[in-house]
């Protein structure tokens, strides 16, 4: 899949970020990855290749742009390190949910200038999968389709949960939870299904036994193979029912 290192400029900064597309003219439909907490890297562009493979423009933008450049992190060792270890706890915790829905209006303006003008969706992983789903709720009119997997606080009391912002979410949602994940616990996971239930948002809640927080990301010690095809073939399934529906 052909592949692009381009700059986008928001309010606050420029951030970089990876745009592949299939071989031939650029598709009208894109897909934005929120990355999960070690940054842009060739395991998240392993996955939006898989992505555009399906005939989708995909973004993998940095979200943690603001705190200057860094990495690309091994999944593996990152949080060995202490130094490594307090810069990602930092980033997650200065890089709010408010921030990146702000930031994701630049980053469907970069898709549009390359002529991606047609639906957007989102997914995201671990962190990322929190903003997948509240991006479509700061911008109903455009995405179209939002997904999670192993994404952690999806429904907690922080104000800017996405439970809580489900009423304003016009897209077809879809979560992949992980069999066993501390950062998504069995009550938050029937929090988000009510709170979905009472907005009326076509969506799925699935639960991957056996899978643990990550195993989705090629490059994470808990990477599972069969999992990760499992979690391919349901976006597959959300991205063409819904761009074609």
Not at 7 to 28: H, L, W, Y
Request: hydrophobic letters at 40%.
């Amino acid at each position: 899949m052909p592949k692009q290192n381009i700059r986008i400029e928001t309010a606050d900064g420029v951030a970089e970020a990876s745009f592949v597309t299939p071989s031939g003219a650029t598709p009208k439909s894109g897909v934005i990855v929120y990355m999960d907490a070690f940054g842009v890297r060739p395991a998240l562009d392993e996955i939006a290749e898989r992505i555009a493979a399906d005939g989708y423009a995909v973004l993998v933008p940095d979200l943690f742009y603001r705190g200057g450049r860094f990495g690309p992190l091994d999944a593996k060792t990152a949080f060995q390190d202490e130094t490594t270890a307090k810069f990602i706890r930092g980033a997650m915790a200065t890089t709010t949910q408010a921030l990146t829905q702000a930031d994701t209006a630049a980053f469907i303006e970069a898709l549009a200038s390359r002529g991606v003008t047609g639906p957007i969706a989102t997914t995201g992983y671990c962190m990322g999968g929190g903003r997948a789903l509240n991006a479509a709720a700061a911008h109903p009119a455009r995405i179209v389709a939002a997904a999670s997997f192993h994404g952690g606080n999806l429904a907690n009391d922080a104000p800017d949960s996405p439970q809580k912002n489900a009423g304003k979410i016009k897209a077809r949602v879809y979560v992949g939870v992980a069999g066993v994940d501390r950062s998504f616990p069995p009550e938050q996971s029937a929090k988000l299904a009510e709170a979905f239930r009472v907005a009326e948002i076509d969506h799925a809640i699935e639960n991957y036994v056996g899978m643990a927080h990550g195993w989705c990301v090629s490059d994470h010690n808990v990477f599972d193979e069969k999992g990760a095809e499992r979690h391919f073939s349901r976006l597959k399934t959300l991205l063409a029912e819904t761009f074609q529906g």
